[in-house]
């Protein structure tokens, strides 16, 4: 029985992994790894993968283990358009709702590597969260299935080159929106709206607003708020 490793830290990643390990049992032996004091070379070879998947990972993954495994991670645009940081929100802040999921090989560079999958997405509607959550669905019930049943060469990238900057806390300050509308505020406040990304914000007079939850109503725009001192 070939063994596989999910390397992941999101809740709803977790749940979907136990899902997977559960579908593939008599076929497959799963691993989870959720940290990274976990996540070394000596620990991955005792274990020797067929394949290492990143469903969502915030540590740098060496070099010593992408050449010596193959180690596949998801990438919310069609690549190479939107290489970098910050996928999500930077094609929502550009109005750009029809994108891809791109499965590719880590190599050195940036988001570089050859493409096993991709499979269309639309993020037009809904927080950031809810989209990551429904992104996690297609990852592990389609995109990491069809790659474990079908032998798929990955090929080189093809096409322009554009690379997304990473954004800053300083970025989610609401007065930096440049075209207020509904819609753009519905947007930003949304695109931001995710465990572990700082919320959209104003600030008033000392005061630190914070928004989440926005959704459109009797052509209105409501949504949460919370109100602190700004530190």
């Not at 008599?26 to 998947?53: A, M, R, V």
């Not at 930096?176 to 919320?199: H, N, T, W």
Request: contains cysteine; hydrophobic residues 35%; aromatic residues 16%.
């Amino acid at each position: 029985m070939e063994n596989i490793i999910i390397a992941t830290i999101k809740d709803w990643n977790i749940k979907n992994f136990y899902k997977l390990e559960n579908f593939y049992k008599d076929k497959y032996k799963f691993y989870l790894i959720s940290g990274k004091s976990d996540f070394t070379y000596e620990n991955i070879s005792k274990i020797n993968p067929k394949y290492i998947f990143f469903p969502h990972w915030s540590w740098i993954i060496k070099e010593k283990i992408y050449n010596n495994f193959k180690c596949i991670v998801f990438h919310m645009t069609d690549l190479p358009f939107g290489r970098g940081g910050s996928p999500f929100q930077n094609l929502v802040s550009r109005g750009i709702y029809d994108t891809k999921i791109s499965a590719l090989l880590v190599d050195k560079g940036l988001d570089a590597g050859d493409i096993y999958l991709k499979e269309n997405f639309n993020i037009s509607i809904g927080s950031a969260e809810e989209n990551f959550r429904e992104i996690s669905k297609i990852i592990f019930e389609k995109l990491i299935p069809k790659i474990l049943n079908e032998n798929i060469v990955p090929k080189k990238q093809i096409g322009e080159i554009v690379e997304f900057k990473r954004r800053t806390k300083g970025d989610s300050d609401l007065d930096k929106l440049l075209v207020k509308s509904k819609r753009s505020l519905y947007d930003f406040i949304r695109m931001l709206d995710a465990e572990g990304y700082p919320k959209a914000y104003l600030k008033v007079d000392g005061f630190k607003i914070e928004f989440s939850e926005v959704h459109f109503k009797n052509g209105k725009l409501v949504g949460r708020f919370e109100i602190d001192y700004d530190e």
